[in-house]
Nanobody, 121 residues
Framework: VQLQASGGGLVHPGGSLRLSCAAS????????MAWFRQAPGKEREFVAVGWKGDTYYTDSVKDRVTISRDNAKNTVYLQMNSLKPEDTAVYYCAAGVWSRPYNYARQYKYWGQGTQVTVSS
């Protein structure tokens, strides 16, 4: 499975962005799809995951972020609203067999190349 993330950019605080992650294979449907992010000097951290209609989010983004997937397009989305400067990071999409805990990066076998999100005035 190859993943291609896109949609990052520069946005003002309070703004919105929608990230996309396109998968190369139809087997995309067999995997949980997640988003992680990594800010400069920090470890990669879990943002959100979606699997069979269930979604889970890290506390810092709850109520501001929505993960969704379109199996017909082999694509997962991350809609981010009310963005804050602390959301600035490189965002990575990841795919893996669903398991718990779901917020560990090592649970995911496939990774996209990352897309930069910068929130700044």
């Amino acid at each position: 499975v190859q993943l291609q993330a896109s949609g990052g950019g520069l946005v003002h605080p309070g703004g919105s962005l929608r990230l996309s992650c396109a998968a190369s294979e139809r087997t995309f449907r067999a995997y949980a799809m997640a988003w992680f992010r990594q800010a400069p000097g920090k470890e990669r951290e879990f943002v959100a995951v979606g699997w069979k209609g269930d979604t889970y989010y890290t506390d810092s983004v709850k109520d501001r972020v929505t993960i969704s997937r379109d199996n017909a397009k082999n694509t997962v989305y991350l809609q981010m609203n009310s963005l804050k400067p602390e959301d600035t990071a490189v965002y990575y999409c990841a795919a893996g067999v669903w398991s718990r805990p779901y917020n560990y990066a090592r649970q995911y076998k496939y990774w996209g190349q990352g897309t930069q999100v910068t929130v700044s005035s």
